[in-house]
Every structure is written in structure tokens, then in C-alpha cells.
């Protein structure tokens, strides 16, 4: 390596052959399924180990790929690398995936691709970079889940790349002194692969493919002094979640061990837990660096390959029975804007035709017919509901005239003077009570030819009778004309009681309005007959108010009417203008 070779430092590994590493100074050996020297690409380690995955994950197998060793050992070189010369296991990744979509002709896939670091143990969004400190849900049918998480549906190698620069812009990372960019942070590039057979609808598989790029175990030493206090909370929490892993990896690699295995210490091995338990195929490159300065460091990593080899892993294909997985949904919803869209095009089809038009046209002209009869009928009513309303105000105007107004009737001491005047006679007293009787009676049922001549003959009885009366000629004379006077009164006296008696009995042969004896009505009486009366008025008040009521109904239904008739005559027109 560069830097180990500008510094002159021995070389204390060497390789005896493609599977096994050996320490140079006890010549102790260990042996891998593929070891590779630093001449080898990136590209022929993918080729040899990585594509596989790949093409498992595209069949319906998860998978995992992650690079392990510590700061400066070419981590994120080998998972990322140089895109356009020297491209790593995630770039090479995306390109296989398309390339595996391309040569399945019987197949549908949809891909979703998300972006996370795990950056002093909290789940950041590398895509939103608002969403920071993620939780984690763990589903035994669905799986490790991190909620609020940005999912993108990627459908070409341009966009999966977009996604890539977008995400490593947001990532944590520094200067040390072994490097100048080190990841400061675990991140993972995550891939969902859903796969439909286009044979067989049934024939569903989920996938999930995890890119992972650690984090570098590290010490104080990795750091300059100034840098050792700000960064010594980011080395606590990626050693201790290194730690957790190798814990993991051994338990796991240990058949014999009882011992629960402590995926839950760490949010790194709860997201690797699918991966690790053995439903994934896993591959672990472990990258160290030959010099002699990096010996314990080398050691352990390669003690961490040995444990890991040995973990057994049972692969089980993903097949789905649920039909909410996110491209059955796609597809229902593609079907639904088929049939949308051929429904539309028949439509078309169906109007540009000549006999479709001529039939829309007598199908509008018979509804703008329908429309004026209904018109018609609606003024109709209107005209009915005003005629309506005019008699119930005339029948309004008619009770309220029979209604007596407070003020009008006789004073009561009218009626006490006409009394005592007759006092002294009983003939003429008994003649004004009839009098007086029929003039109550008028009170309620007013006729008034009978009182203007009863008024006259009192005036002729007061100008006569009362002691008022000034005294212009002398005893004798007045003594003189006094029976002239009485003749004259008791004729027409006679003919007025005549009169009245005639008018009393044809009362009497239609409804009898009173009684011979009158009873004054009470004020009981007067008021609940006001009251009635009132009544009356407010129904027919309130049935004016109904009347106004459907009107206005009948004109805002005849002026919508109207307005239909019009929208007809228009629509009428353009078909028209279209024959």
C-alpha cells in the first residue's frame, strides 16, 4: 500500500496459496475460502464472490455484503470505490441487478433502495437528512423494519447511483492519520427486490440485499492530539458495536454454546440479525493491511474471518403469499388505468360516430322538451301559490275587520242618562229597555239603520224632555204643543218598535245572535274572544309565510330549470355543428 510503503515498513504476512494467509515471523497459518493480494481489482473479487449474492437476492434469497478490518485497511475503497475507473462491490452490485433484469424475459421486478448510517448508535436517513435518530422494528414474518425510513423506486442504473451520491454527500466522516476521508459511521445501501412471474401470478418472492460498509476499529493513536477529545465518543461507539458483532459472530460460530447471543446490545447487529441468523447468504471480506506496525490489529481481524467461517447459514426462498406486497399493488393499479383507459377510447370511438350523434341529438332535443314541460308546469304551480296567497289575505283582511278596536264602543254613561230619563214612566221605560236591548245587540252585530233612528228619536225626546232645554216661549204655548208634540213622538215611536221587531224576528229565523234577556259579556270573555281572534290572524299569517315559502322554491327550481334549458340548447348546438 502506498502509505505503508513511504514509510518503509516490513511486510509480516505472506500468502501460500488462493485460500491461506500466513504470519511471516511464526509461521502460523490461516486458511479461508479465497484470499486475494493487493494486486487483485475490486471488479475480480466481485466476479468470484459477490455476483453470486446478487443473483440469489434477484431469485428470491436475501443477502449481505460487508467489509470488515480497521481504519485506513481500504474498507470503503473496496465497498465503493472509484465509479468511473476502479468502480466497488456496490456500484458493481446495481449494474448486476439490472443486468439480471434484463435477461429474465419471463419476470417483473420492482426495486426500492434506501440509504442509512448508523452514527453513534442512532439510525439516520441518509436521503432525508431531516430524518435522524430512526427506531427499529422487528417483525418475526417481515422482518428488521426501521420506521419513517425513505424507500425509493428505482428503475434505471442512473437513478440507483443519483441515490448513492446523494446519500455519501450526507455520511460522517474525517481526516486521521491513516486516511483522509474515514468513515465516522456504519452505513448501509439496501435493496428490496420484488419479483413476479409473469406466468404465474402466484409465483411471488421478496428479497432483501444489504451493502454495509463499516466502520474501522480504531484507538486513540488512529487520531492527531487536537482531534482525540472531539472524536473519542465516535471510537466508544464503533468499537463497542464492532464488539457486539464479533460476540455475535462467535456465539454463533460455537455450536456448543448455551448462551444467549446479544443482537439487542447493539442497533448494528439488530439490523445484521437476518443476516447473521443464518436465513441469508453472507459475504465477509476482511481487509488488513501487510505492514508489520498494524500486526495486533491484522491478528484480530483475521481471528474475526476464522469465527466467521464457521457459522452455518440455511438458505430459504422468500416466497409471498400477501397481496399488498407493493408490486401486486402497482400492478392492480396499472390493470385499473388499462381498463380506464380502453373505456375512454371506446368512448371516443363511440361519439366520433355519425349515428351515435344523430342519437345523442334526439336524445337532447327530448330532454330540453321534457325541460319546458316541466317549465310549464312549475309556472303553473307558481301561478296557483299566488292566487292562493291573494285569498288568504283577503280572508286575513276579512277577520281582522270583524275584530273591535279599543275606544269605540258607547260610553256607559250614555247609557245611565237615556235610563234615568225614563224612570218615571213605565211605558216608555219598558219601550227604552227594548231599546236599550237592541242596541246591545248591535254592539256585536252592528246595524245601523236601526241605531241612526233610534239616535233620532232621542234627540227629539231631549230637545223636548230635557230640563236643559232654554225656554223661549212662554208655559201656555209650550203646554199647547205638548200633545202635538206627544202624537208625534208616540207615531214614530210606535213605527221605529215596529221596525225593530220586524228586523228581531228575521234574526231570529236565521241564527239567533242573542237573547231576548242580554247578558253583558264579561272581560274574561272579551279577551279570550280577542285571543281567538288573534290566533286566527297568526295561522293565516303563518300560511302566508308557507305560501312565500314554496314561491321562492318554485322560482329558484324554474330558474334552474331555466338554466338546464339553456346548457341543452348549447350542447344541441355543438352536436349539431359537429354533424
Known sequence: MPREVELGTSAAWELPG?????????????????????????????????????????????????????????????????RKTNPGIVPLSTNSVFGYIQQSSNREFLLRCSYIELYNECVNDLLNPNNINLSIQEDKNKGVKIVGLTEE??????????????????????????????????????????????????????????????AGSESASAHNIEAVKSRSREMMYINRSLLTLGTVIMRLSDKHNSAPIPFRDSKLTRLLRP????????????????????????????????????????????????????????????????????????????????????????KLTGEVLNMKDEKESLDAKLEALLQEKLQIQSQLEKYSSLILVGGEAVPASEELDTEEFFEKDSSTQQRASRRISVWRSNTLVPD?????????????LHKYKSP???????????????????EEYNKRETLLIDKIEE?????????????????????????????????????????????????????????????????????????????
Not at 440455511?314 to 388505468?337: G, P, T
Not at 216661549?473 to 203646554?479: G, K, L, P, R
Open 18 to 82: 488462493p485460500t491461506s494467509i500466513r504470519d511471516v515471523s511464526t509461521s502460523k497459518l490461516f486458511v479461508y475460502d479465497r484470499v486475494f493480494d493487493n494486486t487483485i481489482s475490486t471488479n475480480e473479487v466481485f466476479e468470484e464472490l459477490g455476483e453470486k449474492v446478487i443473483w440469489n437476492s434477484m431469485e428470491g434469497y436475501n443477502g449481505c455484503i460487508f467489509c470488515y478490518g480497521q481504519t485506513g485497511s481500504g474498507k470503503t475503497f473496496t465497498m465503493h470505490g472509484n
Open 153 to 214: 423506486v428505482c428503475t434505471s442504473i442512473n437513478q440507483v447511483h443519483s441515490i448513492l451520491y446523494m446519500g455519501e454527500a450526507n455520511k460522517q466522516i474525517a481526516s486521521t492519520n491513516f486516511n483522509q476521508r474515514s468513515s465516522r459511521s456504519h452505513s448501509i445501501f439496501r435493496i428490496i427486490v420484488e419479483s413476479k412471474s409473469k406466468e404465474d401470478p402466484t409465483d411471488l418472492t421478496l428479497a432483501t440485499l444489504n451493502l454495509i460498509d463499516l
Open 275 to 362: 443476516a447473521l441468523q443464518g436465513n441469508s447468504k453472507v459475504v465477509i471480506i476482511c481487509n488488513i493491511s501487510p505492514s508489520a506496525s498494524s500486526y495486533d490489529e491484522n491478528l484480530s481481524t483475521l481471528k474475526f474471518a476464522q469465527r466467521a467461517k464457521k457459522v452455518k447459514q440455511v438458505l430459504s426462498k422468500n416466497e409471498v403469499l400477501d397481496s399488498k406486497v407493493l408490486i401486486m399493488r402497482y400492478e392492480a393499479e396499472i390493470n385499473r388505468l388499462k381498463n380506464q383507459l380502453a373505456e375512454t377510447e371506446f368512448k371516443l370511438e363511440k361519439e366520433s360516430n355519425e349515428e351515435y350523434l344523430k342519437a345523442e341529438i334526439e
Open 448 to 460: 245601523h239603520s236601526a241605531e241612526k233612528t233610534f239616535q233620532r228619536k232621542e234627540s227629539i
Open 468 to 486: 236643559n232645554t232654554p225656554r223661549k216661549s212662554s208655559f201656555a204655548e209650550v203646554e199647547k204643543k205638548v200633545p202635538e208634540v206627544e
Open 503 to 579: 228586523i228581531q224576528e228575521l234574526l231570529d229565523q236565521e241564527e239567533p245572535l242573542f237573547e231576548e234577556k242580554f247578558e253583558e259579556p264579561s272581560v274574561t270573555d272579551l279577551i279570550s274572544i280577542i285571543e281567538e281572534q288573534d290566533l286566527l290572524l297568526n295561522q293565516f299569517k303563518n300560511q302566508i309565510s308557507e305560501k312565500d315559502e314554496q314561491i321562492s322554491i318554485l322560482k329558484d327550481e324554474l330558474s334552474l330549470c331555466r338554466n338546464n334549458m339553456v346548457k341543452m340548447q348549447q350542447q344541441l348546438k355543438e352536436l349539431r355543428i359537429q354533424k
